[in-house]
């Protein structure tokens, strides 16, 4: 069984229209997972975002509303849609490609690895850890938000990631994702690579994380709730061999924080805008 609760929530009244999540940072390993699965859970690692918690840290110091995975990826993937498993059965063609991949809603196969479980987890399965974390979690963004937007008039949700390094010469450090502009308005994403450029950081835009099932399901720009997701690159703030922190945390966590507060402050342009349309 999974810790509870299996996330944490800070800042539970929004004091600004930001909203940040921290989905796939999750260490609280349950108990079955070491039995369950046919390798030692340290080659499972990949699959975290390693230590992406703590690059919210000043944001929760100062008070905005941050939620926390305290529940590893590896037990259910939160930005997976409820829908997105790998199991036998007759509706699979509309997996998405990660799912197909075995990086649906609960994986199953790692690259390097092979398969992760001995047994592949059942529908029993599933619907208990949906309903045990998957749809809190998810609940929990829907009433913060819903909450931001009542005090504010307007909801910016920001997911925050990081991801394996991109083998390329000219790799970004950061990438913004907004659905191709489906889950936030174009200015809104572009006030927050014009943060992230100003900080000193190369970004990309929808390529290659265009961004998942959070923003997807929370982004709803037409009713004033905006999400966009963050994928930071992980030699950014963890040491060589990606598995402890660096000196670069401190840098990354001021990025989020004057992220949090650029695009609250860019959230009331975006109100007035989106009034006058």
């Known amino acids: 069984m999974p810790p509870s609760p299996p996330f944490r929530v800070y800042t539970e009244v929004p004091r600004t229209p930001v909203i940040i999540s921290v989905p796939h940072?999750?260490?609280?390993?349950?108990?079955?997972?070491?039995?369950?699965?046919?390798?030692?859970?340290?080659?499972?690692?990949?699959?975290?975002?390693?230590?992406?918690?703590?690059?919210?840290?000043?944001?929760?110091?100062?008070?905005?509303?941050?939620?926390?995975?305290?529940?590893?990826?590896?037990?259910?993937?939160?930005?997976?849609?409820?829908?997105?498993?790998?199991?036998?059965r007759a509706e699979s063609h509309h997996l998405s490609a990660r799912a197909r991949a075995g990086l649906g809603l609960i994986p199953t196969r790692l690259a390097g690895v092979g398969d992760i479980w001995r047994t592949r987890p059942d529908a029993a399965t599933v619907a208990e850890r949906l309903a045990s974390v998957h749809r809190p979690y998810h609940a929990a963004?829907?009433?913060?938000?819903?909450?931001?937007?009542?005090?504010?008039?307007?909801?910016?949700?920001?997911?925050?990631?990081?991801?394996?390094?991109?083998?390329?010469?000219?790799?970004?450090?950061?990438?913004?994702?907004?659905?191709?502009?489906h889950s936030a308005a174009g200015r809104l994403s572009e006030a927050a690579r014009t943060l992230c450029t100003a900080d000193g950081f190369s970004v990309a835009h929808n390529?290659?994380?265009?961004?998942?099932?959070?923003?997807?399901?929370?982004?709803?720009?037409?009713?004033?709730?905006?999400?966009?997701?963050?994928?930071?690159?992980?030699?950014?703030?963890?040491?060589?061999?990606?598995t402890t922190p660096s000196a670069g945390v401190g840098r990354v966590q001021m990025l989020i924080q004057r992220l949090a507060q650029g695009l609250a402050e860019a959230a009331c342009s975006e109100r007035t805008a989106a009034a006058a349309e």
């Open 25 to 88: 940072a999750g260490r609280a390993y349950p108990p079955e997972c070491a039995p369950l699965s046919r390798v030692p859970l340290d080659q499972l690692l990949p699959l975290e975002d390693r230590y992406a918690d703590m690059l919210v840290a000043r944001c929760i110091e100062a008070g905005v509303t941050v939620v926390v995975a305290d529940v590893p990826r590896l037990w259910i993937d939160l930005n997976r849609d409820e829908q997105d498993w790998d199991a036998p």
């Open 207 to 242: 390529a290659p994380y265009a961004g998942g099932a959070i923003v997807q399901r929370h982004g709803a720009p037409r009713a004033n709730i905006h999400a966009l997701q963050i994928e930071i690159d992980r030699r950014c703030y963890l040491a060589a061999g990606l």
């Open 141 to 181: 963004l829907t009433a913060l938000l819903a909450a931001a937007r009542a005090r504010y008039g307007i909801a910016i949700l920001l997911d925050v990631h990081s991801m394996p390094p991109i083998k390329s010469p000219d790799a970004p450090d950061l990438v913004v994702g907004d659905r191709f502009g």
